[in-house]
């Protein structure tokens, strides 16, 4: 039997709790904060940004923007599950991190935390929210034509692949998404990260002889789990995965974000989902994909909390990989991995 959601939260919450004491403090050459962005229905999404400080000589300090959702199947977790990695991209890459909030079914009935994650990616994309905000007089502000990629993990990871979607989507007129809240940058790259994007259910039929992974990685409590998860999902939205999208009409995809990194775990259950989409964004004109399999890894991913495998060469240097080739950045693969 799956354990219910709030045990699953009460559970996450003890493992981030042990590894942000680990993590420690916000380090010296890094800043760090809370804030509230206004989604629909007058509610507002925590976020946790994270972003270098300018050194001695730089008197403003022009970065990429990178927006890092978490996994926990929109249901569980929270921000600080990836402060590790969002720290390693400021520190690396020099970009700012904003790690938004992603854990409100069942209480928001689905599609409602992807709507919100989508008006909170809509209110980082217009640069003066964080420039003019918690940026201000920190010396740093964010410059989106330096880079602007969407990414996460597992649940983050389908939510990132689904708002670089659609974003293509509503610049291309698709009448459904007309009355969404426009982004006021433009996408340049989407991490996805262990996703969930298909069921048999929903799937095109040219897929379908590719789903294999649910039956040889089957897990009895991981099944009951994500059978849970499904029946809280409209599995043929939009908003659960892009392989929904009607891509007969070329204009449909034709501003999807230019580059989209991939990566699955060769013992998970969700292993096909990310090597369907990959396949799915082969069919499209001008977009680079980048796929990893991980061999010997599950449903695994660099999270703060202390899960020894969640920590090794094996997770972080393909995720350091992938951020690196989407922002278009050079990292030194030499020096000890940070956090």
């Not at 959601?5 to 890094?30: D, I, K, M, S």
């Not at 938004?100 to 809509?122: D, H, I, M």
């Not at 009448?175 to 982004?183: C, D, Q, S, Y």
């Not at 992974?213 to 908003?239: F, I, P, Q």
Request: one cysteine or more; a negative charge; charged letters at 15%.
């Amino acid at each position: 039997m799956a354990p219910s959601v709030n045990e699953q939260r009460q559970a996450l919450a003890a493992a981030e709790a042990t590894g942000l004491e680990q993590l420690g403090p916000c380090p010296a050459h890094l800043n760090e904060t809370w804030i509230e962005i206004p989604v629909l229905n007058n509610q507002t999404n925590k976020t946790k940004i994270v972003w270098p400080k300018p050194s001695e000589k730089q008197q403003q300090f022009q970065c990429p923007l990178v927006i890092y959702y978490h996994g926990g199947g929109l249901s569980v977790g929270s921000p600080d599950s990836v402060l590790a990695p969002a720290r390693a991209f400021a520190t690396l890459f020099s970009c700012v991190v904003a790690c938004p909030s992603l854990n409100t079914l069942p209480e928001l009935p689905f599609p409602g935390p992807v709507e919100n994650a989508w008006e909170v990616c809509a209110w980082l994309s217009d640069v003066r929210n964080l420039n003019d905000g918690v940026l201000k007089n920190a010396g740093t502000s964010i410059d989106p034509t330096l880079g602007f990629v969407v990414g996460g993990l597992s649940a983050g990871g389908a939510t990132a692949a689904v708002i670089g979607a659609i974003s293509g989507a509503r610049l291309a007129g698709v009448e459904e998404f007309a009355g969404l809240t426009p982004l006021r940058s433009t996408i340049m790259g989407i991490f996805s990260g262990i996703p969930f994007l298909a069921t048999e259910a929903m799937l095109p039929a040219q897929y379908r002889d590719m789903l294999k992974s649910r039956e040889e990685n089957s897990d009895v409590v991981g099944d009951a789990m994500r059978k849970e998860l499904e029946s809280y999902l409209g599995v043929h939205s939009h908003w659960f995965s892009p392989l929904n999208l009607d891509i007969s009409n070329p204009k449909t995809v034709q501003h999807h974000p230019p580059k989209v990194f991939i990566y699955g775990g060769q013992l998970d259950p969700f292993r096909d989902d990310s090597v369907i989409y990959a396949r799915w964004l082969e069919q499209l004109s001008g977009v680079q994909v980048r796929s990893v399999m991980l061999e010997g890894e599950g449903h695994n991913a660099w999270v703060t909390a202390p899960f020894p495998a969640s920590h090794t060469r094996n997770i972080k240097v393909p995720t350091i990989d992938g951020m690196a080739w989407l922002l278009g950045k050079e990292w030194d693969r030499e020096q000890e991995l940070p956090y």
